[in-house]
C-alpha cells in the first residue's frame, strides 16, 4: 500500500529552505518591525551583516514573493514586505516567542 504525501508538504519544505537561510528571517522581521520600506544601507546595519549575504537574501525573498523593492524618482531603492509576508508576520513572530520562553529554562 502506498501512502500519498499530500503537496502542501513540500510547499512548506519551500517556505522552510527560503526562511532558514542565514538572515532571511532577521530581514523579515527588520522590516515588519519597522512598518515602512527601507533601504538596503539600513537593513545591512540592523542586520549586521555583509552586503553580500543582505543582497542574496533579499533577491531569494523577492523571488518568493516575500519582500518588494522600490525603485524612488532619485533613483534610491528600499525594500518592504509583501502582503504575503505580513500574513506570515505573526507566526515568524510566535517562533521569536517561542524561542525567547524556552531559552530561559
Known sequence: MEIECDPIYAKVDELLDVLTKSKSLHILLILHEAGHPLSFTKLKLSVD?????????????????????????????????????????????SMYEWCDMWSQS
Do not use: C, F, M
Open 49 to 93: 551583516t555583509s552586503g553580500t549575504t543582505v543582497s542574496r537574501r533579499l533577491n531569494e525573498l523577492e523571488k518568493y514573493g516575500l519582500v518588494s523593492r522600490e525603485i524612488s524618482e532619485a533613483t534610491s531603492i528600499s525594500y518592504r514586505l509583501t502582503e504575503k509576508s505580513e500574513s506570515l508576520a505573526p507566526i515568524i513572530q
